[in-house]
């Protein structure tokens, strides 16, 4: 299972960057809304320090635009429509689903619906070419200095704390609010 080729990369290290830059994004969000709320504030929709947008979000910026990697003008207007989409489309299915979105641009000015906004659309830009200068880089090097043993043991443990942190988030999303959530 862990040997499986996706994108040229095998299972085991898409899984661990996925982890990876699940918990980065929680990371940085929940500091740069502590320090605007002027308190601490986590930004998941879980309990724990795990925001799976930014895995999706910074592998699938990855994979897709790999072949662009060094040309810096076309990573950045790509990687900011590609990221402003994303953030666009999770949005339209968290209303679905939820009835209702983490975040709200409303105050930002050029926003769409709320949901989606200029800022946040430079900021992916600026975002995307960082990933593709140093962060993906220092992604991989943490990821291999660990053993595959630890990895692998560490990915179940982590797995399994976020299916039982999702499934009660989702208990107490539709049980607060009524949501149909299927």
């Not at 926003?111 to 991989?140: D, K, P």
């Amino acid at each position: 299972m862990w040997s499986r080729q996706f994108f040229g990369v095998d299972s085991y290290h898409l899984i661990q960057w996925f982890f990876v830059y699940s918990i980065l994004g929680w990371m940085v969000e929940s500091i740069y809304m502590s320090f605007c709320n002027r308190r601490l504030t986590n930004r998941g929709f879980v309990k724990g320090p795990f925001c799976p947008i930014y895995g999706f979000g910074a592998l699938g910026v990855y994979f897709l635009l790999r072949p662009f990697d060094g040309h810096y003008i076309t990573l950045y207007i790509m990687g900011a429509l590609m990221a402003t989409a994303f953030e666009f489309l999770v949005a339209k299915v968290m209303r679905h689903l939820f009835g209702a979105v983490w975040w709200d641009y409303e105050d930002k000015p050029f926003n769409y619906q709320g949901v989606v906004c200029l800022e946040s659309t430079l900021a992916w830009g600026l975002y995307t070419i960082l990933l593709f200068r140093f962060l993906h880089h220092m992604v991989e090097r943490l990821v291999d200095t660990y053993s595959y043993r630890t990895g692998v043991f560490m990915t179940n443990i982590v797995f399994i704390l976020f299916a039982i942190d999702l499934s009660h988030s989702l208990y107490e999303a539709k049980k607060d609010n009524n949501y149909d959530i299927g």
